[in-house]
């Protein structure tokens, strides 16, 4: 579903990732983790163009993309992004629009698709992130948590291949973590492909699939959780997980 080759990412000459190769198979949860200023964010925004790497090839879903050190045509733009969705650590509503006003917005939009039936669907994806009762409200009358999972929801009408979570709990407070969590392990069970940015060890140990460790711009290891988070390889992996027990 994904392929990342040798991707290189510099932010004013200076290298913040580095030959980076990685791939996700339909259905599978990636986490990404590491210390703060790794280049995980940056990961996940290159790969749906947020940013614009400097080298190497991202494919996602049916779309292959040759980076050369330009940003791409708006054209494969738009049809490589066409392939994620994309949720944020600070939730993004549209801040006059209420949460089904904001979840219909890019089919409607984007798609110029039929307002009943995605009406029907945004209803149906309100349920599942526990939001169908507060569809009419405004983002602001909303807690952090409730504005991550209409995130969420609005990710998922567009029927993203993928989904790219960039620290989605790291905003909220504690107590409205959990509910956002368990919203995407639901996602996890029911087979949807994910790439996520977390300093959540636990939600990583039981919803990842993989987990990419990335230090200085590299990853350094990768392997499934029992493997890197309790019998890591890598000193590095192992400072890393010594830190944030
Ligand atoms: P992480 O998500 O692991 O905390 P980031 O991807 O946010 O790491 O950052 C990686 C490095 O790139 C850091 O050194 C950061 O300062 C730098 N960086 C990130 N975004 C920019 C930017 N827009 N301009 C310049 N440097 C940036």
């Known amino acids: ?13 200076v290298k913040v990732l580095e030959s980076i190769d990685f791939s996700v198979k339909k259905g599978e949860v990636v986490c990404l983790i590491g210390p703060s200023g790794s280049g995980k964010t940056t990961l996940l ?9 400097n080298g190497g090839s991202i494919m996602i879903g049916n779309k292959k993309l040759q980076l050369v050190g330009k940003p791409p045509s708006k054209k494969d733009t738009i049809e490589l992004r066409s392939y994620s969705g994309m949720v944020f650590q600070g ?13 219909i917005e890019a089919p409607l939009m984007v798609k110029k698709r039929n307002k009943t ?8 994806l309100l349920q599942k992130v526990g939001m169908f009762e507060h569809r009419d409200k405004y983002p602001d009358s909303l807690s952090g948590g409730q504005q991550q999972r209409v995130a969420i929801a609005r ?6 291949e993928v989904m790219l979570f960039d620290e989605p709990t790291s905003a909220l407070d504690p107590q409205l973590i ?15 492909t994910m790439v996520i940015v977390t300093h959540e060890m636990n939600f990583a140990r039981r919803v990842a699939d993989k987990v990419l460790f990335m230090d200085g711009g590299y990853i350094i290891e990768e392997g499934p959780p029992t493997q890197v988070l309790e ?12 830190m944030i027990d």
Do not use: S, Y
């Not at 925004?45 to 790497?53: G, Y």
């Open 231 to 242: 019998n890591p390889q890598e000193d590095r992996t192992k400072q890393f997980l010594r």
């Open 45 to 53: 925004r290159c790969l749906n163009l947020l940013e614009t790497p």
């Open 155 to 160: 990710a998922l009408m567009m029927k993203p």
């Open 117 to 124: 039936e995605v009406i029907k669907e945004g209803e149906v």
């Open 178 to 192: 959990g509910e956002v969590l368990r919203v995407i392990e639901d996602l996890a069970k029911e087979g949807q």
């Open 1 to 13: 579903m994904i392929n990342v080759k040798n991707l290189m990412k510099k932010f004013d000459n």
């Open 91 to 103: 939730f993004h509503l549209f801040p006059h629009k209420t949460v089904m006003e904001n979840i």
